[in-house]
């Protein structure tokens, strides 16, 4: 409920047309409440008087109202349904927004079919409610409201056994309406993880079928669906409940106006046109109130999906930077001053421990070192995915964290170990951090990366679909669209993460080249496990479980005979 504030602020921009829609509303819904009275006309006068003229005049005056209704009642759907549509599409764009700007460590912690199932199945519930069922809500209080007053009017007595089944009804949407809607946000909370099942045993299928296990993993997913079966079923047992708990007290009301009803139209205290017209709107009230009832349960669903989709449009980002920074001058300095990091989602585990190292302008530096040693955790805080715990990174001689995110990001390229391309054009993935390139500039990045020859052997050249996650491509070639991506971007401090583990020896030896030329007058951080990139450096940093251990050139770590030289012994870079 307390999410209700927040819809109805989406809805701002959608007051006009709402305002026509509730006009409309009234109108229509006003019209429907008059043809019990000619009934009642009708029964009382015409057929008393066998006028069947006068029969003849009625029926087409409740056609003509009829056909206005539903005119009205069409015109009032189309606007509060469109006018729902736009604030979903909205809520749908906020939500995505908030996901996307979250810090990384967020993502660490979460998982793709949870995010997935949010953007999806719960904003398609809220769908439902906010274009649709608040507009039968309405029409539903209208016609309440509407037809009760009309009992009052016809037979304030009869009146008092309608009114008198509002209490028992409203205790009833209070204890269902709260059960409903916990079993709904549980129930969807269920469907999102079966939806993380089935995403990561369609996103790693050929793991699955490498080791067989594609029987099991049906028996995953068909477990995770017997949970949210579990929760449904609960659910639509407790809207079972409360929807025959209102059409008994419904039926009820019915029976004992009927029966007081008649006795009063016996003793000629009420007329039967009075006793036909009374039923009609108790009928009417009756099917308003069971709508009610019904939109009630959905509403409680949706509440349930706004508390998880509100849940992380109202999350802030931890990584933030208040009064951000854009430097007049940038110059591509990098320095680590006792910095200390654990991961958020590993709180317990020590990463880097009182790390200390510069790089000056134009510089190539190597990092070294065991797997897990935090070398790529040194890559992630450069960009300011995160924050240290302790100490301070400082990049064009100014704290990180006073620094614009993208001010500083557009000024970095990085050539990940295994890149992440995006289901579009190659062209499309090349330019992905410089949208206003030209075509010329594109493929001059290509040819740069080495990636010109295997791209004109494509039907479509740039153009061509590369799939999602790159999967048209294969390691080498995904790598290379990287290396050409960074080109392209030409920034001026470089992150090349084993940028060329992935190609052969020609290839390697040509990118190599066309890297080299890259850095020239670049700050270049590469973690690399090729003795042939390290020889190249400035200065190799030897990085072990979090600190570092030794700083140097090659060769004068091989004269030191520690870690690097055991490292080099050992191959674990070659």
Avoid at 34 to 44: E, H, L, N, S, T
Avoid at 74 to 81: G, I
Avoid at 338 to 352: A, E, K, M, N, T
Avoid at 380 to 402: A, E, K, N, W
Wanted: with cysteine.
């Amino acid at each position: 409920m307390r999410d209700i504030p927040k819809i109805l602020n989406l809805a701002k921009p959608e007051t006009k047309t709402l305002l026509l829609g509730t006009f409309f509303l009234f109108i229509g819904s006003g019209l429907t409440l008059i043809y019990p009275q000619v009934i009642r006309v009708i029964v009382d006068e015409a057929l008393k008087s066998k006028n069947a003229q006068y029969i003849d005049a009625a029926a087409l005056f409740i056609l003509i109202v009829f056909v206005i209704a539903s005119l009205f009642s069409s015109c009032r759907y189309y606007l509060f349904t469109t006018a729902g549509e736009r604030i979903v599409k909205r809520l749908r764009q906020d939500l995505y927004r908030a996901v996307i700007l979250q810090d990384i460590a967020f993502f660490d912690s979460s998982r793709t079919g949870e995010l997935m199932s949010r953007l999806s199945s719960d904003t398609t519930i809220l769908q439902n409610t906010v274009s649709v069922n608040i507009s039968q809500m309405l029409r539903g209080i209208v016609a309440s409201l509407g037809g009760i007053a009309f009992l009052v009017y016809t037979s304030p007595i009869l009146s008092l056994t309608v009114i008198a089944l509002i209490p028992p009804i409203a205790v009833s949407i209070s204890i269902f309406g709260r059960k409903i809607r916990d079993l709904s946000k549980q129930s969807q909370d269920a469907l999102a993880q079966a939806a993380v099942v089935a995403e990561e045993t369609i996103s790693g299928i050929r793991t699955v079928r490498a080791f067989a296990q594609e029987k099991n993993e049906v028996q995953r997913y068909q477990k995770s669906l017997d949970g949210y079966f579990s929760f449904t079923q609960r659910r639509i047992y407790q809207i079972a409940l409360f929807s025959n708990l209102a059409s008994l007290i419904g039926y009820i009301g019915v029976t004992v106006v009927i029966w007081y009803g008649g006795r009063q139209v016996v003793s000629g205290n009420m007329s039967i046109g009075d006793l036909t017209s009374f039923l009609l709107y108790m009928i009417t009230v009756t099917f308003a109130v069971a709508s009610l009832a019904s939109l009630w349960t959905d509403f409680m669903n949706a509440s349930g999906a706004a508390a998880r989709v509100f849940e992380l449009i109202d999350r802030q980002p931890q990584v933030i930077t208040h009064d951000p920074k854009k430097l007049e001058s940038w110059c591509a300095r990098v320095k680590f001053q006792d910095v200390g990091f654990v991961y958020p989602s590993r709180p317990d585990i020590q990463v880097l421990c009182d790390v200390n190292f510069e790089m000056e302008p134009g510089e190539m530096v190597a990092l070294v070192g065991p797997s897990g040693g935090g070398k790529s955790t040194i890559a992630h805080l450069i960009q300011r995915f995160y924050d240290p715990i302790q100490g301070t990174i400082y990049v064009s001689d100014c704290d990180i964290r006073h620094l614009d995110g993208d001010y500083l990001r557009k000024n970095i390229g990085v050539v990940a170990q295994d890149p992440i391309l995006l289901s579009t054009t190659i062209a499309e993935n090349v330019c992905y951090g410089k949208s206003d390139s030209s075509e010329q500039e594109i493929l001059d990045a290509i040819q740069a990366a080495n990636a010109r020859e295997f791209v004109d052997k494509f039907p479509e050249g740039i153009h061509t679909i590369v799939g999602e996650k790159g999967i048209q491509l294969s390691g080498g070639q995904k790598q290379r669209i990287a290396i050409a991506r960074a080109i392209l971007k030409d920034p001026s401090l470089l992150i090349l993460d084993e940028a060329t583990s992935a190609l052969d020896t020609e290839s390697e030896h040509l990118v190599q080249e066309a890297l080299e030329r890259l850095m020239q007058n670049r700050t270049t951080l590469v973690i690399a496990h090729r003795l042939s990139t390290v020889r190249h450096a400035d200065r190799v940093i030897v990085i072990d479980s979090g600190k570092i251990v030794q700083q140097g050139k090659h060769e004068e770590l091989m004269e030191q005979h520690g870690l690097y030289s055991r490292l080099v012994a050992r191959q674990f870079v070659k």
